[in-house]
């Protein structure tokens, strides 16, 4: 249904019944939103730094939320800054990155 609109009438008659069953209309979206900024914003308090380590995978406790348990944070986040992965988020979430101290530029050290 998401595939270069195709469906589009379909989805437009059965908007709300996909909405009611949990349909994603943006994967992209979805994941970002639903996962990878929560992670961010849990790692910045649990660490104390807007920075993740590429190995860095989201832990299976608390104080992770359960959604992003799992998740390669380090490898995403490297994607972020080698590839620009998700860049339309960065700029529609600027000021909650900022917030936390989140900071994609390549590291100097």
């Known amino acids: 249904m998401r595939c270069?609109?195709?469906y589009d009438d379909i989805a437009a008659r059965d908007k709300d019944?996909?909405?009611?069953?949990g349909f994603v209309w943006s994967p992209g979206d979805e994941r970002w939103t639903n996962k990878i900024l929560p992670a961010l914003e849990t790692y910045s308090k649990v660490y104390k730094s807007g920075w993740v380590p590429v190995k860095f995978n989201v832990p299976?406790?608390?104080p992770w939320p359960?959604?992003?348990r799992g998740l390669?944070?380090?490898q995403i986040f490297r994607n972020i800054r080698r590839?620009?992965?998700y860049s339309s988020y960065?700029?529609?979430d600027k000021n909650r990155l900022d917030a936390i101290g989140v900071n994609f530029s390549p590291y100097k050290g």
């Open 72 to 74: 390669k944070l380090g």
């Open 4 to 6: 270069q609109g195709n």
């Open 17 to 21: 019944k996909l909405k009611a069953i």
């Open 66 to 68: 359960e959604q992003t």
């Open 83 to 85: 590839r620009g992965s």
């Open 90 to 92: 960065l700029e529609r």
């Open 60 to 62: 299976e406790s608390e």
